[in-house]
């Protein structure tokens, strides 16, 4: 099923996505709409364009192609399911996320992974190909985030206070460099062959998706960012 959703508001075109008995949708001509394919579960959307603030909100299983940049709080609240961006997603992806993953072929804003956490067999997973803002995976308290800095001139390709208040759960940075102004209850590592070993089969998936050259995203170290021991916030927001 093809939707143009040239001129349409937002809350008509997620109902026509919702009604329909199609599981492959095509929306066309997007511009700004808010939470397409909010808790929708069972349906592969393609979305041509810009989709507006809340993408995949509480997704419960669907998946969410984007030929295009996405704007802020992708992902918010997910549940399962992925969500695959060509271009770049604004600020907040993955804003508390709980499962899934959501892929992001270029750069993404400010606090993506903010207050992302896991649960049981879910662990979430956010892959950037390129740059992040600053405060990525602020309050973390669970899954993955992959920054790779693709065709990116930086040795360091995420943004300030990276990892702030984290209290689980783990960060990769694909860097020459660490990130200088790290808080104290952040630990970092070069990546062992079992950290590697965590996120091959997702970097096979992610380069699979955007037809990159695994070779390339190998030929530079990998650090990886946990929340050490002496955490102050892991009692507040984790069980024990």
């Known amino acids: 099923m ?3 959703a040239d001129n349409q508001y937002f809350k008509d075109l997620n109902d026509a ?24 579960d069972g349906k592969n959307i393609t979305v041509n364009g810009v989709p507006g603030n809340d993408l995949g909100c509480y997704l419960n299983g669907a998946t969410i192609t984007v030929n295009g940049n996405a704007q802020d709080a992708t ?8 969500i695959i961006i060509n271009g770049s997603s604004g600020d907040a992806t993955g804003y508390a996320m709980r499962g899934g993953k959501i892929f992001v072929r270029g750069n993404a804003g400010y606090r993506a992974g903010i207050h ?3 649960y049981q067999t879910h662990h ?7 740059e992040t803002g600053s405060f990525l995976g602020e ?6 985030i992959v920054v790779l800095g693709l065709g990116s001139a930086k040795k360091v390709p995420v943004g300030n206070l990276c990892g702030t208040g984290m209290h689980g759960g783990k960060i990769y940075l694909r860097c020459e460099a660490l990130p200088e102004d790290l808080p104290k209850q952040v630990q970092t590592a070069p990546a062992s062959a079992e950290d590697m070993a965590e996120i091959d089969g997702s970097l096979d998936e992610f380069c ?3 037809s990159i050259d695994k070779r390339e995203v190998l030929s530079k170290n990998f650090y990886v960012l946990t929340p050490n021991t002496k955490n102050p916030y892991k009692s507040l927001y984790t069980f024990n």
Not at 124 to 130: D, N, R, T
Not at 139 to 144: L, P
């Open 2 to 4: 093809k939707i143009n």
């Open 17 to 40: 996505v919702r009604v329909s008995a199609d599981t492959d949708i095509t929306i066309e001509n997007c511009l700004g709409q808010r939470y397409i394919a909010s808790g929708m």
């Open 116 to 118: 992302m956490k896991a």
């Open 75 to 82: 992902g918010d609240t997910m549940n399962e399911g992925t």
């Open 139 to 144: 309050y973390q308290a669970g899954g993955t």
């Open 208 to 210: 699979g998706v955007f």
């Open 124 to 130: 979430p997973l956010i892959i950037i190909g390129g």
